[in-house]
Structure formats: C-alpha cells, structure tokens
C-alpha cells in the first residue's frame, strides 16, 4: 500500500516524472475525458463513484489516477492485485473508516492490476464499495467482463481506454525533451526528426515504452558539444526495434497490396508481401492481427476454419516468437486464400449495429423473457416458448424478433463453401 507521491525526484523513471498533473495535461481519451464528457465532469466536480479504467499498456489509465489524486480534495491510497492480499486491504478499510470518522473526508482506492484478485479478494471490498467508504478505481488491461468477479464489475462504472494515435506519443516525447523540471530538458538533448518518428511508429501507441527509449538514450549517450545528440541509430538501439527499411507511404502500400492479395484469393502475392513487410521491419503482430480481421471479413462461414488457422497462428507467434512463428503465419495466409470467399459477416455485424445505434428496438417479446426467478410469473408470461430440442430437428418457427423487427433480415448466407449448407438448410425450412 503506497500513498501517490507526488514529489518528482530524479530517482523516479521518466515516465513517472512526465505524469500529468491536471486534465488538461492529460494526453488522449477525449472520448471519455473530453470537454462535457461525464468521467471528465465527474472528476472536475470531485463526485467520480467507483470506476473501472480498462485498456492496453501505456495508453493512461494510472495517469488519469494520479490526475484525480492532484485534484481531489479526498484521501488518495494506491495498491497492487499482484502484491496485495486480504490483510491490506482491511488495513485501508480501517484507515478509511477513521478518515471518515475523524476529519469527514472521503478515500480513494486505485487498485492497480485489478483483474488479478481472486473472488475472496475482491469480497472484501464489496461492503466498502457498497457503503461509499472508498470510492474504488480499478485498472487494468483485461477486459473485466471476462478477467473480474460479476460482483465488482456490477458495482463500478466501466471506461474503456483506446490505443493512443501516433500523434499522442508524439505529443508525450516533446514535451519531455522540453521539460526542464520533470523531463530532460535541462540537459540539453536534441533528438533527430526520424529518430523521434522512430520512437513514435515503434511504440504501438506505448507512451511509456515511448518515454523509456528517451530516456534511456539520453542517459546512455555521451555529452558532445554541450548537447546530447540523438541520432536514428540511437533511437533504435534504445527501443530495440530496427527501423522500417522503407517509407511511410511504400509500407502502407504493400500492407494494403496485402490485404488485397487475401481478399483476392491470390496466395503467391499474398506471400510475397508478407515476406517484404517482413524484411522491411514491420511487426509480425500487425500481419497476424490482419489475417485475424480477414478470416471473419472476406472468407466467414464460407469457411470457419480459415478463422481458427489465423488465431492458432497468432498464438503461436506468441508462443514460440520469430522465425519459427513464421511458418504458422505462411500457413494461414494460404488457408485464408485458398478459402472460398463471402462478406456476409461483416454485412451482417454491421447492418445489425446499425440498428442497435437507431434504438426503438422495442420489448423483449413475453415468451422470450427470462423466466428463471422467483415470481417471474407474477410479471411475465414465458409459457408461450417453444423449446427447439422438441422438435424434429431440433428446430421451430417461432419468432426471435422484437416488435417491428421480425422479418429483418442481416446474415444472408452465399453460396460457396460451408455458407452453401447454410443456405440449404435456410431455404429447407423456409428461414428467411
């Protein structure tokens, strides 16, 4: 259990120094903490409840924690899931309860790595929660639907942070080289245009991987002329990652020249890109994650193998790493090709959100309602459901839809492949 710090001592790692210490220093998730938006209304007015802040590394989640700790007028206490068990999180309880007590003062709880405590763990807190003695803020790279106890998740509010965009790590690494008092401006660096543009594409949208490379090639680079000159060279070697042999517009080219050899059922010009992208220094996670997004887009159910080749080859790029994964990832993109092909998928996905967006979707039709607890028929009459394994086939007419909805229509199955069986077996029963 440690109190947030908010002391920068030359000790602390660069990223750590470069926090922000108030919204408008915060860098991204203007969808969430943009002017008007309710988590950035909430924190301003000092009346954030318990939240859940979810999403990749280095993208701000623990930042946005320590803004709220700099603004809030509340008691700030920070814990880790990894290293923190039950005995500590009574301790903050008891702590909370005589803050509360003694002074009327309110206690967050920033609960790093949220998705790692067990059921036990996080049954400690409910109460807390439930009584507003804490106000508890977990983060996490987990999707907490999946990774967290239900009995959490349904207490706190959820934020979803987004990849940040080139221009925010942009933003991030300037703002550090300038900085005299938390950055490394007083030491006087200057960094390389393609250097700086190096650290960006290589840092996936990582703001802390991003800082780290900055400050490891400053502190490991001599000073020369008075000033510490950050070449390409050095930007490579402290990020450990080469630059792209090509340039910007040539690399998305032959990405998109991918891409449409996949779509195309083309496995030779699909291969010969991936082996130029390849050697030109793009990161094989971008080639597995296309043919994941091609597997459901141009090729579906004419063929749902062609989905479980692109995931298996994704694993196994993470399990055994380059260049072996390189085989799995050339198997996958001939099982994408050679597939027939079909875009109903990605029609249906998004004709169906589409609808979803509009609203008016109206009630859930009564035989459709859940009729599992106690006193449901007082309420609701399912008696009108008509369970399936009754029937020959284990199918029946009976509409799914609600009002206004029922003869819509968005997964259209093709003919090729194993959409043609579904299209039979529609056509058979008359399905629309």
């Known amino acids: 259990m440690t109190l947030f710090d908010y002391n920068n001592t030359a000790n602390q790692p660069l990223a750590d120094r470069m926090r922000p210490r108030t919204l408008d220093e915060f860098i991204g998730q203007k969808h969430i903490v943009g002017p008007g938006k309710l988590l950035r209304r909430a924190i301003l007015a000092d009346k954030l409840t318990s939240s859940i802040f979810y999403g990749p590394p280095g993208c701000g989640k623990t930042s946005l924690a320590y803004v709220i700790a700099q603004m809030t007028k509340a008691a700030f206490v920070r814990m880790n899931a990894v290293t923190s068990g039950v005995a500590e999180v009574r301790e903050v309880l008891k702590e909370a309860d005589d803050r509360r007590k003694m002074y009327g003062k309110a206690t967050y709880l920033l609960l790093d790595e949220c998705h790692r405590w067990n059921k036990a763990q996080s049954d400690s807190i409910l109460p807390a929660i439930e009584e507003g003695l804490i106000r508890f803020i977990g983060s996490t790279t987990e999707n907490p639907m999946i990774a967290m106890t239900p009995a959490i998740v349904s207490r706190c509010r959820l934020f979803a942070f987004e990849p940040l965009g080139d221009k925010d790590v942009q933003t991030a690494l300037e703002r550090a080289i300038a ?181 008016n979707l109206g009630a859930v039709p009564e035989h459709l309602r859940d009729g599992h607890y106690a006193g449901h028929q007082r309420i609701n009459d399912t008696s009108g459901y008509l369970y399936p394994h009754d029937f020959p086939g284990h199918w029946v007419e009976q509409n799914y839809m609600p009002q206004g909805f029922e003869d819509t229509v968005y997964y259209r199955p093709g003919s090729l492949g194993f959409e043609g069986n579904i299209r039979k077996k529609k056509d058979k029963h008359g399905q629309k």
């Open 179 to 359: 900085d005299e008092q938390h950055g490394v401006g007083q030491m006087n660096v200057r960094v390389d245009e393609d250097a700086l543009r190096h650290w960006v594409q290589s840092s996936g949208g990582d703001i802390r991987m991003a800082l780290n490379a900055l400050e490891l090639a400053t502190l490991s680079t001599p000073t020369q002329g008075g000033e510490i000159h950050i070449t390409l060279a050095i930007a490579e070697d402290s990020i450990q990652k080469p630059v792209i042999k090509v340039d910007d517009s040539l690399y998305y080219d032959m990405l998109s020249a991918f891409c449409k050899s996949l779509r195309g059922s083309d496995a030779d010009a699909a291969l010969l890109w991936f082996s130029r992208l390849l050697y030109a220094g793009a990161d094989p996670r971008l080639i597995a994650r296309r043919l994941i997004a091609h597997a459901s887009e141009d090729v579906g159910m004419a063929n749902p193998d062609a989905m479980v080749q692109a995931v298996t080859a994704t694993q196994a790029l993470e399990f055994v790493g380059m260049p072996e994964a390189r085989l799995s990832l050339t198997q996958a993109i001939i099982a994408i090709c050679e597939s027939p092909k079909s875009n109903s998928v990605v029609e249906a996905m998004v004709q169906a959100k589409a609808d979803a967006e509009r609203g």
